[in-house]
């Protein structure tokens, strides 16, 4: 069955063997076919961070690691999901899907999307779901997005639900706010779903407006390094929440929506209202974060991508001195980057653990890896990750 509203798989859409390992767990588990198969990518977030949910602006691009899940429709309003991380498969129906927190764990994040499509009046089919995913879990790269949004995609298709596409980033942000528990904000579902290759998605948080924004790291003779720091990350805990809840006081305080409305030139008067140095330093990482999301646009606008470095690092920066959501991993991989010669660097997500970004030569990129590596060694630190990636297409069915 094929959904008026899923958006068709580019040519060379990234799977690979992730597609054929759902394939694989599909049959195996379910002794049929499956009906087809849905993939998301993960995200990395160039610059714009814990400004989402302050309604103000991200810069985003959709990954090549995928989530792909293999499905099929079955007659009853019954929900059935295996993953290749957790052999047992898990069940439940409509009175667990209409009750967050019913289905714990992994499972959440598929129930969490049968329950927003539910609450949102959609006709949901029944299915059996089989996941893969090469998008690693807890780095800070969106595996939880990826995986809502695959099943979202599957659902839509498999119930030929009337849902256009530019509602589906919300739905599956209801999925992990309202039944995970999670408090992120639109970016993550809007990247993951709406990505397009070569660009980075700029997205005003508000109004939900998306603009495709070209960056052709191939043409610049640039790549962008991601560093897996190791250290565990973790969305729902109360770290992220505590921050978001002083963001929202502040808005209050100084009498706005959201601090995306408090103009840069007059920051320094709006500090000045504010009760304590840390709700200071959180506003004013939000308020200069936002406007250097819009300076690394401007560039990128211009075809000037190397410039962007010092926008990165002065993120990095703001992430460490002022919103404290670094971590010595963390540092010490964008510290030694930037000394092996990285245009720019930063920590991309949430915080606490997940990700860093570096903008390099391409001719650099297996150099500034080994530093890092070896920045970790030094430390004492378990060994990073590390990997060269270039912005992927959004969600999609595959052929």
């Given at each position: 069955m094929t959904g008026p509203t899923a958006p068709a798989a580019p040519p060379a859409a990234p799977a690979g063997d992730v597609a054929a390992r759902a394939t694989a767990g599909?049959?195996?588990?379910?002794?049929?076919?499956?009906?087809?198969?849905?993939a998301a990518p993960g995200r990395v977030n160039l610059i714009g961070e814990h400004t989402d949910y302050n309604d103000g602006f991200v810069l985003p691009f959709a990954l090549p690691m995928r989530t792909v899940v293999a499905a099929a429709p079955r007659d009853e309003p019954r929900w059935t999901v295996w993953s290749e991380l957790?052999?047992?498969p898990v069940e439940f129906g409509p009175a667990e899907a209409d009750e967050p927190g019913r289905v714990p764990g992994w499972a959440a994040y598929?129930?969490?999307?049968?329950?927003?499509?539910?609450?949102?009046?959609?006709?949901?089919?029944?299915?059996?779901?089989?996941?893969?995913?090469?998008?690693?879990?807890?780095?800070?790269?969106?595996?939880?997005a990826a995986i809502e949004s695959a099943v979202l995609a599957a659902l839509v298709d498999l119930g030929d639900l009337d849902l256009p596409a530019e509602r589906w980033p919300r739905l599956a942000q209801r999925a992990e706010n309202g039944y995970v528990g999670a408090p992120t904000g639109i970016m993550d579902q809007s990247a993951v779903i709406r990505g397009r290759a070569g660009h980075a998605l700029f997205l005003d948080c508000r109004t939900e407006q998306v603009d495709q924004i070209p960056f052709d790291l191939d043409a610049a003779g640039l790549a962008v390094l991601v560093v897996d720091s190791r250290a565990p990350h973790r969305h729902a805990d109360g770290e992220y929440a505590s921050r978001r809840r002083s963001c929202e006081e502040a808005a209050r305080i100084l009498g706005v929506p959201a601090l995306r409305d408090i103009d840069p030139a007059g920051l320094d008067a709006a500090l000045a209202k504010l009760p304590d140095d840390e709700t200071r330093r959180r506003v004013r990482h939000v308020v200069t974060e936002d406007q250097r999301v819009l300076d690394t646009v401007a560039?990128?606008?211009?075809?000037?991508?190397?410039?962007?470095?010092?926008?990165?690092?002065?993120?990095h920066a703001s992430m460490r001195d002022d919103f404290e959501i670094t971590v010595p991993e963390i540092d010490t991989a964008v510290e030694a980057a930037l000394a092996a010669g990285a245009h720019g660097a930063r920590m991309t997500g949430g915080g606490f653990g997940g990700?860093?970004?570096?903008?390099?030569?391409?001719?650099?990129?297996?150099?500034?890896?080994?530093?890092?590596?070896?920045?970790?060694?030094e430390r004492g630190f378990a060994a990073p990750a590390t990997r060269t990636v270039r912005p992927a297409g959004g969600a999609s069915r595959l052929a």
């Open positions: 599909f049959r195996q588990r379910y002794g049929a076919e499956p009906a087809g198969r849905w957790d052999d047992e598929v129930a969490g999307v049968v329950w927003a499509l539910r609450a949102a009046g959609q006709p949901v089919p029944g299915a059996r779901l089989a996941v893969a995913s090469d998008v690693p879990v807890g780095s800070g790269l969106s595996s939880s560039l990128l606008r211009a075809n000037r991508v190397r410039e962007i470095g010092p926008l990165l690092t002065a993120s990700c860093v970004l570096a903008l390099v030569d391409a001719s650099a990129a297996d150099a500034v890896a080994a530093a890092v590596t070896a920045a970790y060694a």
